[in-house]
């Protein structure tokens, strides 16, 4: 093993008792020889005081919350050093780093700058452009850019900030030969590398002589910043004409999201304060990235809802699907970024824009109900698809279908995209001066421009998770409609058959009141009976509480272990919350993982007993995929007499989120909002 020479190592066994390894460069930042270090005391090179900070800390944590230092004479000149330890097996692992001085820098000054710029930005592509600038101000680097890794683990570059002279590689894609996934995953835990000099040589790392072959295999310091490049990590600089790297991870709840990287040709001497003060960027956007993004999806959602909102009447008013399409069909078109739309149901096909023919659009509506059961379905390439084989798809590459649940058989709403047409540049253009890559397993880096231009055709834009949840309610709404319009269509035809039109009657009014997920109360039931609450406490002047229920980080629930193990989970939470509530008590699913209770004749005190019950059977919750269970925050509101039903229900929605803010798990009262 051996390490970069800009600092040393020490590997000390796990009561920080004696130096079981030692870099060979220890005695030029230690002042102490090598062969005094092995065996001996840490304290010996580092004093009682800081080697006691360490073990008082690495006895409840794997690693220090923060760097430590420690003064000593090095050429003449006090310099002070950085340490940085963590626990790695049965070994505790020691970074020793010079601090260099700044000069006329003001570090503090320029971070607090950037980072006031970056919780400023107002999108995603806006942050990571201010991210790049202020990473590259800090650490000097000629070139800093920032990677995405999309589904199949190829990169590619969003953002750069490049010195004069550098030619530009923003949007270039790298393979993800690359970046191999096992590398990816490491990475993620990893989360800097830093090679201030590609092409400085290693300094090897000396053991005891007491040790074993076998203890010294076991030893691990491969989680170290000093840690010396591998032969892959050498080809890879190479390619980019690079002899200096830091790179940061940006890191998401489902694991590795991309990385700034920072390269120059020449080596670039980075004191660990400016590669923690670059980390505190990284760390500080990508915080901000993630919450951008869940705006994002959140005011779509909010969008969607809206037009679901006013469905809640055309049911009343005995709309058709094929009505809503005319009325709604244009807004849905905007919203779902599609280029037509099209919905199925027992009685009639209906659509809007483009779409294939109402033939192929009953094929695959029959094909989807046939091989793919309930769930959303969804392809941007829907050519190389069994479900479209041999049809005419009319020009449309990408579907999302969503099952509209009736007695008998699933109606569906399709939404279609048209071909979206890409050019991708993989790294390795001539053009380009510093990045060079290869997207196959060769190295040979003298290809024509033509092998790395690649015309990406038949597909579509790739439709976001959040568009499928979205989807999946607007079909359950668009079922009650399709039922409405059924049950009218019998009552006009078949009138005399009594019977037939009770059972179908029933129908109704059970898909109007009832959530086909849970088995609960669904929104517009939920609805009418805050309506009569409100009535009922006017007019007695009785109180009544309102409990929204949020199930947290759901949406990571779906991303991991799927839709189907996230609706099993919402079905046992329906269930085992509903076994905690009062005989007056009611719930009802508000939409996604959102449930809201009302609790009749509850006081605020009595909200939070009961929502505190909640909590409990939520946590109390199992299913096979999640033995650990899940959280959720609750927002409590309490009647006042001038409320309207959207006025306390917000209130209980402010309390959600405030529980959410909050640090999740926990409940939260409207009281001063």
């Known amino acids: 093993m051996s390490i970069q020479p800009c600092g040393c190592l020490l590997v000390l066994d796990k009561n920080l008792a004696r130096i079981l390894q030692c870099s060979a460069n220890a005695e030029h930042y230690l002042r102490v020889a090598v062969d005094d270090l092995l065996d001996h005391r840490p304290e010996h090179a580092l ?39 963590f626990r790695s097996g049965n070994s505790v692992v020691l970074e020793i ?38 990473v590259r101000d800090i650490t000097r ?49 990893r989360e800097v590398r830093s090679i201030p000099d590609l092409g400085a040589d290693g300094i090897p790392v000396m053991s005891s002589a007491t040790l074993s072959e076998g203890v010294v295999r076991e030893i691990d310091a491969s989680g170290t910043v000093l840690r010396a490049p591998s032969r892959r990590q050498r080809n890879f600089l190479d390619d980019f004409n690079a002899r200096s790297l830091l790179s940061v991870a940006i890191v998401s709840q489902a694991g590795l999201w991309g990385m700034v990287t920072c390269i120059s040709a020449t080596p670039t001497p980075l004191p660990p304060t400016l590669r923690d003060a670059a980390r505190t960027l990284v760390t500080m956007a990508t915080q901000r990235l993630f919450l951008l993004k869940a705006r994002m999806e959140s005011s779509f959602l909010l969008q969607v809802q809206e037009s679901r909102d006013f469905l809640v009447e055309d049911v009343k008013a005995g709309l058709s699907p094929s009505d809503m399409l005319q009325k709604y069909g244009s807004e849905w078109l905007a919203l779902f970024r599609a280029g037509g739309l099209a919905c ?3 009685g009639e096909i209906s659509e809007i824009g483009l779409t294939p023919s109402l033939k192929t659009v009953a094929t695959l509506a029959e094909r989807l109900e046939r091989n793919h059961g309930q769930g959303v379905w969804l392809s941007a390439r829907l050519k190389d698809d069994p479900v479209s084989e041999d049809l005419d798809l009319n020009g449309c590459c990408g579907m999302l279908a969503a099952p509209m649940p009736g007695e008998d058989s699933a109606g569906w709403l399709m939404f279609f995209r048209p071909e979206h047409d890409r050019t991708f540049y993989w790294a390795g253009r001539p053009q380009a001066d510093a990045l060079v890559s290869s997207p196959g397993d060769g190295r040979d880096l003298r290809r024509t421009f033509s092998i790395w231009q690649e015309e990406v055709r038949g597909t579509s834009e790739h439709w976001k998770p959040v568009e499928r949840l979205a989807a999946a309610d607007l079909g359950e709404d668009l079922a009650l409609l399709a039922s409405a319009s059924e049950i009218t269509r019998l009552n006009e035809m078949l009138r005399e058959e009594q019977q037939a039109l009770a059972r179908a009657n029933e129908k109704l009014r059970e898909a109007v009141s009832h959530d086909s997920l849970t088995g609960i109360w669904n929104r517009y039931r939920t609805e009418q009976e805050l309506d009569k609450e409100l009535a009922k406490a006017r007019r007695h002047k009785l109180p009544f509480c309102v409990l929204l229920l949020d199930i947290d980080h759901f949406k990571h629930v779906n991303d991991t272990w799927g839709h189907e193990a996230g609706d099993e989970l919402l079905r046992h939470i329906a269930c085992d919350v509903t076994g905690v509530l009062r005989q007056e008590d009611h719930i009802g699913r508000w939409g996604g993982e959102e449930f809201v209770v009302v609790a009749t004749g509850a006081s605020r005190a009595d909200g939070v007993v009961l929502a505190e ?29 001038e409320d309207k039903r959207k006025e306390l229900v917000a209130r209980a929605d402010k309390a959600m ?17």
């Open 97 to 134: 780093e010079p601090i260099t001085p700044l000069g006329n820098r003001r570090l503090m000054g320029t971070v607090n700058q950037w980072l006031t710029k970056l919780s400023r930005a107002p999108t995603p592509d806006s942050l990571i452009e201010i991210l790049v600038a202020g």
């Open 344 to 346: 199925k149901t027992k």
């Open 47 to 85: 004093g009682k005081r800081l080697i006691g900070k360490i073990r008082t800390e690495l006895r409840t944590a794997n690693r220090l919350s923060g760097p430590l230092s420690v003064q000593k004479v090095i050429d003449g000149r006090k310099t002070r050093l950085q340490v940085n330890a």
């Open 613 to 641: 019950r909640i909590l409990a059977a939520v946590a109390g919750v199992r299913i096979v995929q999640m033995p650990e269970g899940v959280t959720a925050s609750i927002g409590v509101a309490t009647w006042r007499p």
């Open 141 to 189: 680097f000629e070139r800093v850019l920032v990677f995405h890794f999309d589904d199949e683990g190829h990169g590619v570059c969003l953002a750069e900030s490049l010195a004069k002279g550098l030619s530009p590689v923003l949007g270039q894609r790298f393979a993800a030969s690359d970046y191999p996934e096992a590398q990816r995953e490491k990475f993620a835990v």
């Open 657 to 673: 989120y405030a529980a959410k803010t909050g640090g999740r798990n926990r409940i939260e009262t409207d009281q001063g909002l």
